[in-house]
Nanobody, 122 residues
């Protein structure tokens, strides 16, 4: 089965940086769009950034100019470089894939990782 495993979360002071990684495993042939979302208690999960297989990116206005999403298709991995972090960036960050095509020809839609906590102190 396809699994997404995030890493790289932690605690950092405001103005600092963190780099998140998310590796997909399983019988993967193609991963289409990959993305990062975040959620704080009591609020809905929100989009942070997405990246298509060809490298097209999309960012939420709140992170533009500070965060950079990238991917390595050979490693089935997506990254999120977070710079100039602010206390309001504190959240659980989740990796997502919209569609994964397996070697068997089946498709897995809307797969999520388990989440990684990012805490930014002032």
């Amino acid at each position: 089965q396809v699994q997404l495993v995030e890493s790289g979360g932690g605690q950092v002071q405001a103005g600092g940086s963190l780099r998140l990684s998310c590796a997909a495993s399983g019988r993967i042939l193609v991963i289409y769009t990959m993305g990062w979302y975040r959620q704080v208690p009591g609020k809905q999960r929100e989009l942070v950034a997405t990246i298509t297989r060809d490298g097209g990116t999309n960012y939420s206005d709140s992170v533009k100019g500070r965060f950079t999403i990238s991917r390595d298709n050979s490693k089935n991995t997506v990254y999120l470089q977070m710079n100039s972090l602010k206390p309001e960036d504190t959240a659980v960050y989740y990796c997502n894939t919209d569609r994964i095509k397996s070697y068997t020809g089946t498709n897995v839609f809307d797969r999520w990782g388990q989440g990684t906590q990012v805490t930014v102190s002032s």
